[in-house]
């Protein structure tokens, strides 16, 4: 996630689809809303996933994941989602262009500016691969 010194930075410009824009940094309420988003996606997940195993008796115990605050895993891989970045994109752009949407950031937002547009957000969008590869070595 974004440190606090990156989040408090002067705005920047961000180019998209051939057209300059002016940014603010994200704040702590921007990175509040993306939490709730990331919570939503997961519960979701989880929800869906149990619905198809436990059909209409989910247990408890399972229920009970579903409403927990994401992980500090689950928001680095939602940050790096297009989803999760395009999120943080339009919470960065709408502060000095009220008007836009989340739908014309995300039309305009092409495959080659991820690594670019993540990297002006203050977002590793390469987090998610390394997360997704690190090898868990269970003590013996």
Known sequence: MANLQESLAPPIEIT???KTYKAGKLSLGDMAEFEDKAKEFYSNKI??????????????????KAILPPTKEQLDDYQSSITGLGFLLWKALVKYNPNITQD?????????????LSKNLGVDSDKKKASRTKKKVKPR
Do not use: C, F, H, N
């Open 104 to 116: 014309e950031i995300m039309a305009k937002i092409t495959v080659d500016q991820i690594d670019r």
């Open 16 to 18: 998209l689809a051939g």
């Open 47 to 64: 929800i869906r996933m149990a619905e198809r195993i436990y059909k209409d008796k989910i247990p408890d115990s399972v229920l009970d």
